[in-house]
């Protein structure tokens, strides 16, 4: 039986309260689980958040042969011997990271074939600057119907210099050569903190990579590599999407297990607006939006500015704010695909020329819907600041970039629930603030 969609419904104006611990990074554990294909000794990798992204690249693993299992919030994995190093168009084409495991099929076994990755469409992402480091490295490719053949002709070595800096292309190359007796260098490298995370694990499995957060890495290929136990990093970006919601809530929250080092960016640009961060304990940041905020203009781009994953949720807070706030994105010059439903909950947002132009004021409940993962925290925090009850469609992308956000939102006292999509015209069952289920 096909399950029936489901949807958030939020009331929103309540400011955002309490204390939330931050997930290991998705955007780190995602490549740190395709590295697990470089040995034929157990991985662990710890504290993994159960998203639906993770499950894909569980299915993947497993279609390499490898055994997964699932220990609580622990993820254990041994590609004691690969059984393929092909990944189906089926598989891959649910999320562009899984393009990465070229790099780590190369690295172990020499070849690889997969089909052109897929994921969010909120514009094109290009996979030419992994294709042509693996050539630069002597790796032989060529393509058929949409599937990349690729073979090595012994240990890479050489020298890749990126036209612009890329996080899975920067991270494909490190797969493929830490195992080898070959020296590669990466220079223009990606500098964001998840390429230093993983680097961090191999160099734990036996691997020699140095110069992971300077923008010109150096590979020393090892014979082989271990097992190890390894908990990613906290997710910059799941942290962020809540200290805006708390921020357009004008709310005060504590976020545990964050490092301020990683939101630099986004923590000045949040005191530009008004918002106070402060440091609490380690790792704990505690946002509070209560006093009087202004609009500001936002510009995302590589690291270490404003990610273009929060380029979308920071859109939605500006909304709240009085005044006039401009928005670029340097990344994804058109990844505004969360504006229409600013504009369904009253915003006055309009995209002139790649550049977002924001009005904000009081925003109303309205029946909103994600369209990809960071539009999903947009939409949720449009929702959260709204006045009314929205309903928030498009939970499988929300799923895939935030584990349980229904419930992690509702221990700051929002008033959310999930469930059924309620029908149009139909009226959704009005969600109290979890104080009040309490009573």
């Not at 923008?215 to 809540?242: K, N, V």
């Not at 402060?278 to 704990?284: F, I, N, P, Q, T």
């Not at 109303?364 to 709204?386: C, F, P």
Request: proline residues 5%; hydrophobic residues 45%; contains cysteine.
């Amino acid at each position: 039986m096909k399950q029936e969609p489901e949807a958030f419904i939020i009331r929103g104006g309540n400011a955002l309260s309490g204390e939330l611990t931050v997930s290991s990074a998705k955007n780190s554990a995602l490549y740190l689980m395709l590295a697990a294909l470089l040995t034929d000794e157990p991985v662990e990798l710890l504290d993994v958040p159960d998203l639906s992204d993770v499950r894909v690249t569980c299915d993947i693993l497993r279609h390499f042969g490898v055994t997964v299992e699932r220990r609580g919030p622990h993820l254990l994995l041994h590609a004691a011997e690969l059984t393929s190093h092909t990944a189906p168009f089926a598989l891959v084409s649910k999320m562009r990271a899984s393009f990465v495991a070229m790099g780590a099929l190369l690295g172990r076994l020499g070849r690889a074939r997969l089909s052109m990755p897929g994921g969010c469409a909120f514009g094109p992402r290009p996979v030419d600057r992994h294709i042509s480091a693996f050539k630069a490295l002597g790796v032989t490719i060529s393509e058929e119907g949409g599937d990349f053949y690729a073979e090595t002709n012994g240990p890479l070595a050489g020298t890749v210099e990126f036209s612009a800096p890329t996080v899975g292309g920067t991270q494909n190359v490190m797969l493929a050569s830490a195992l080898g007796e070959g020296e590669v260098i990466i220079r223009n490298a990606a500098l964001e903190p998840e390429i230093a995370d993983l680097a961090d694990m191999l160099n734990s499995m036996g691997a020699d990579i140095s110069g992971a957060d300077t923008g010109t890495i150096t590979i020393r290929g090892a014979r082989r590599l271990s097992g190890t136990s390894f908990r990613p990093l906290p997710d910059r970006i799941e942290a962020g999407t809540y200290m805006l919601a708390a921020a357009a809530t004008r709310g005060t929250i504590t976020l545990k297990r964050v490092r301020r080092e990683h939101l630099t960016a986004v923590i000045d640009k949040l005191e530009e607006t008004g918002v106070r961060v402060l440091d609490g304990e380690s790792e704990e940041l505690i946002v509070d939006a209560s006093g009087e905020l202004k609009a500001a203009d936002v510009t995302s781009a590589e690291y270490p500015a404003i990610p273009t994953d929060l380029q979308a949720p920071f859109s939605a807070y500006l909304a709240t704010l009085p005044g006039a706030s401009v928005v670029r994105d340097r990344v994804y010059p058109d990844r505004f695909t969360h504006v229409e439903d600013l504009r369904r909950a009253g915003a006055d947002a309009e995209i002139f020329e790649r550049t977002l132009i924001i009005r904000g004021g009081p925003l109303a409940a309205a029946r909103l819907h994600a369209a990809d993962i960071r539009a999903g925290g947009a939409v949720v925090i449009t929702a959260l600041a709204a006045t009314g009850t929205s309903v928030v469609t498009g939970l499988e992308f929300i799923d895939r970039g935030y584990e349980d956000m229904a419930g992690r939102l509702q221990g700051l006292g929002a008033a959310i629930r999930r469930e059924r999509t309620p029908a149009a015209g139909e009226a959704p069952v009005v969600p109290e603030p979890l104080s009040r289920v309490a009573d």
